[in-house]
T-cell receptor, first 110, second 115 residues
């Protein structure tokens, strides 16, 4: 399958802790994107990392990409209750389609 | 405000009754697509369009039709809905290059129940 596979499927942490989610894939990619979805709502784009990049930051978010291991990670530092959501990685394998993983459900407890 | 809108947001229908879910974007995006989201399966692409009058199948196109007569609109048509099409549907748009590699902007979703 070309689908990205997120790990873990669910993550429960306390406010202030860091949350790390991983995405593994099997095919070559042009870029990899991370999205957030609050319960039943539309997805919101977080970060795009290109295949020739290794790390990107955006506020409390840090994304890494290891193309040799075909894996990416999303780190959320100093998590807040408002970070509670599902997080998806999406792979751009050609130039017309994004393929989404099944997501990681993050719960941040006050 | 830049946005993607979908209508209706919620729909209950019966097997075989044709329905259309509308999608409209005001960002002059060339690329638009439809996804369905089912528990444990993530988002799966149904159809996409790279520009007006240019559409192509995604991963799960069976039972769906689309059209792209105007740049801003990309309706999803279910000619004869069946219960296995009960799902949460999202429309998304991106970019001015007709490519999917740019940031996708998602609509709020349409929750469809087919009885």
């Amino acid at each position: 399958s070309q689908q990205g596979e997120e790990d873990p499927q669910a993550l429960s942490i306390q406010e202030g802790e860091n949350a790390t989610m991983n995405c593994s894939y099997k095919t070559s990619i042009n870029n990899l994107q991370w999205y957030r979805q609050n319960s039943g709502r539309g997805l919101v784009h977080l970060i795009l990392i290109r295949s020739n990049e290794r790390e990107k930051h955006s506020g409390r978010l840090r994304v890494t990409l290891d193309t040799s291991k075909k894996s990416s990670s999303l780190l959320i530092t100093a998590s807040r209750a408002a970070d509670t959501a599902s997080y998806f990685c999406a792979l751009l394998t050609g130039y017309n389609k994004l393929i989404f993983g099944a997501g990681t459900r993050l719960a941040v407890h006050p | 405000e830049a946005q993607v809108t979908q209508n209706p947001r919620y729909l209950i229908t019966v097997t075989g009754k044709k329905l259309t879910v509308t999608c409209s974007q005001n960002m002059n995006h060339e690329y638009m697509s439809w996804y369905r989201q089912d528990p444990g399966l993530g988002l799966r692409q149904i159809y996409y369009s790279m520009n007006v009058e240019v559409t192509d199948k995604g991963d799960v196109p069976e039972g769906y039709k689309v059209s792209r007569k105007e740049k801003r609109n990309f309706p999803l048509i279910l000619e004869s809905p069946s219960p296995n099409q009960t799902s949460l549907y999202f429309c998304a748009s991106s970019g001015t290059s007709g490519r999917a590699w740019e940031t996708q902007y998602f609509g709020p979703g349409t929750r469809l129940l087919v009885l």
